[in-house]
Nanobody, 126 residues
Framework: VQLQASGGGLVQAGGSLRLSCAASGRTFSSYDIGWFRQAPGKEREFVAGVKWVGGGVYYADSVKGRFTISRDNDKNAVYLQMNSLKPEDTAVYYC????????????????????WGQGTQVTVSS
C-alpha cells in the first residue's frame, strides 16, 4: 500500500482544514488507517484512526470533538476533517496503514503501522 497525504496549509485559529490520504493498492480496504502528527521538537503522536471493517474510529483526547476521521474504500481514501483548529495543532500530519485484524481496537502505536505517507504541513496561526 502506498499512501499520499494532502490538504495541509496555513489557517487561522478557529478555522478548518480537511486532510486527505490517497492510497494505491487493491487491498486498501483491509487496512486500519491512522493519522499521526509531529510538531517541531516533539515526538510523533497518534491523532485519529479508523478501522478497516465496521467503521470504528478512535481519537486522541486532544482532538476529540474537533476532528473527524472517515474513509471511502471505493475511492481508496481516508479523510481527516479538522475544525476549531488551535495553534497547538500545528504539525506535519502523516497517514499510515496497519493490516487490519478482527480485534475491536484501533492501533495507536506507530510500530504497528507498516506503511506511511510523506506528510503534509498544517500551520495554525494565533
Amino acid at each position: 500500500v502506498q499512501l499520499q497525504a494532502s490538504g495541509g496549509g496555513l489557517v487561522q485559529a478557529g478555522g478548518s482544514l480537511r486532510l486527505s490520504c490517497a492510497a494505491s493498492g487493491r487491498t486498501f480496504s483491509s487496512y486500519d488507517i491512522g493519522w499521526f502528527r509531529q510538531a517541531p521538537g516533539k515526538e510523533r503522536e497518534f491523532v485519529a484512526g479508523v478501522k478497516w471493517v465496521g467503521g470504528g474510529v478512535y481519537y486522541a483526547d486532544s482532538v476529540k470533538g474537533r476532528f473527524t476521521i472517515s474513509r471511502d474504500n471505493d475511492k481508496n481514501a481516508v479523510y481527516l476533517q479538522m475544525n476549531s483548529l488551535k495553534p497547538e495543532d500545528t504539525a506535519v500530519y502523516y497517514c499510515a496503514a496497519a493490516l487490519g485484524t478482527y480485534s475491536s481496537g484501533i492501533p495507536v502505536r506507530q510500530n504497528l503501522y507498516s506503511y506511511w505517507g510523506q506528510g503534509t504541513q498544517v500551520t495554525v496561526s494565533s
